[in-house]
Each structure stands twice: as C-alpha cells, then as structure tokens.
C-alpha cells in the first residue's frame, strides 16, 4: 500500500477523565503494544497514523475524532 495513503491520518482524543491511556500499537505482522500514552482529564493528543503506528487502543473515557467521525466511548 502507498505509505502516505497509511500514514497521513490524523485523530484527536480528549480525555473525560483522569488517566485515559492511549496505546498505540505496531505496524506489519508482529502487532503489539509500542507505547502508552496517559492523559488527565480535559488534555488533548493530537496523533497520526504512522509507518510505526497502525493501531490505537484507548482506555478509559474519552471523545475520540478521526476522519470516520466522533466517537465517546466509556
Ligand atoms: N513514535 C510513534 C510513531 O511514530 C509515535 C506515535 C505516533 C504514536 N502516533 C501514535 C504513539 C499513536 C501512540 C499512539 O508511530
């Protein structure tokens, strides 16, 4: 696949609470946690999809935009 078509997508997550964790996980075969980042409620992360990133999971609740629309999860 074009690297730029996979890489270019930006989220947005909000935290609506103390410790959301935003977990990003591994690009290719091997998929598996690479980082996780902590937010306190009302902080903001601003991330892409990147050669390193293919996945995100997010813990704990939050508002969550990406470019299929917003999500609030609990
Ligand atoms: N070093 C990571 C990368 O380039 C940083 C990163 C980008 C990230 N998007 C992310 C980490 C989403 C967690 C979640 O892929």
New binding site residues.
């Given amino acids: 696949m074009d690297k730029t078509s996979v890489t270019s997508d930006f989220f947005v997550i909000k935290a609506l609470e103390d410790g959301v964790n ?3 996980l591994t690009r290719g075969t091997d998929t598996r946690f ?4 902590k937010l306190d409620k009302g902080e903001v ?1 601003i ?7 293919s996945a ?1 999971k997010v813990r704990g609740k939050a508002i969550i935009q990406t470019s299929h629309g917003q999500i609030e999860n609990e």
């Fill in positions: 935003v977990i990003g690479h980082h996780s980042e992360m991330a892409q999809f990147t050669e390193h990133t995100v």
